[in-house]
């Protein structure tokens, strides 16, 4: 198939994706309390338990999906995925109890893996020239789903009731898995029967190839940027509230302000990919790390609303560079035989991400104040980003060994 045609097609399958999860995890609690009947006192634990249900499962069955795409085939476990979360999403629409909801997580806990598969499929048909851009493309499609969704998923919301938000993202991930049925072809798979070795002579597996500093690192990098993205979110919203006052429909205007961070990374991911195409995906990797980091900085210091905003809008443009050259340099240095897997791994290590975030950052809240929260979080992005310069300035990594 022609990479332009596959690109494409991805495209619409992320959108679809994106779209349907964001238009409706925000909304949760309300449909708890709206159509579930759950009392005010308990909605909070009820979320928790919504909410950490699917990362849980998903943590544990991401690398069992990943090492099956790379035995069984990509495009079968990408089918996989859209159907699976679109029968749960389905379910997710008729559920009557709190826990109905719950096992509903659950199930789509081991319906995931669809993002991985489209990293995996797209680096194996991608030209080695055109890594960055397709990878930015998608980084950057992902991020714009993200934005419009919880817009059209509250709209829907007001008129129709949650019910059918649900339905509507069944539809679309249905819609996802008949266009990898009838439109994508298995990607050619060249290392397909080989057996790698790591550089110490050991057989390349799951467990091994922890081993290898590269891809450890990159794990390690992974899993502290999207614990990074999760320790803003618990008091993100509140922030923005504290600056703006009385200001009136201040609903729309925190939601408004925080999706600049979205709009600004939807235009600026392709960029970031060029550059990491001509500049070395870890240089780019590095000099994004810096930039957000110390941006995040300045978005922790005194100001006004209006000037958060800016800010705001600031680091999406800065942080849109840091996944695309991540998933370039586990592209770049493994082989085409596992990419299932190490996408399985980096999932796994970002949902470990997910799952320590919003504690640390509600207990850093709770002893320093929130505007402590931008400082910690810069740290940790810093702080990557001075392992990375220590461990391969002036030093390409070697690829994984064949």
Known sequence: MNWKLVLGILVCNIVFMSFSYTMLIPFLPLYLTDELGVSAADVHVWSGLVFSATFVVSTIMAPVWGKLADSRGKRPMAIRSCLFLSLSYFCGGLVTSPEQLVLMRLLQGFAYGLWPMDLAIMTLYAPKEKLGFCLGTMQGVMTAGSVVGPLIGGTLAELFGMRYSFFIAAGLLFLNGLMFIFFIKEPPDPDRGTVHQTDSGG??????????PLIRNMLLCGALIQMVIFILQPILSTYITSLAGDLPNLTFVTGLIFSLAGISGAFAAPVWGRIGQRRGFIRTLMWSLVLTGCWMMVQGLPCTLTLFAATQ?????????????LNAIMAQHTPSNFKGRIYGLLFTAQQLGSIAGPLLGGIVATWWGMRSVFFVAAAFLLSASVMLYRTYHNREPKPVSF
């Open 313 to 325: 809008f600031i680091s999406g443009l800065f942080f849109s560079g840091i996944n695309p050259s």
């Open 203 to 212: 057989i390349l597996s799951q467990f091994t190839v922890l081993r290898v």
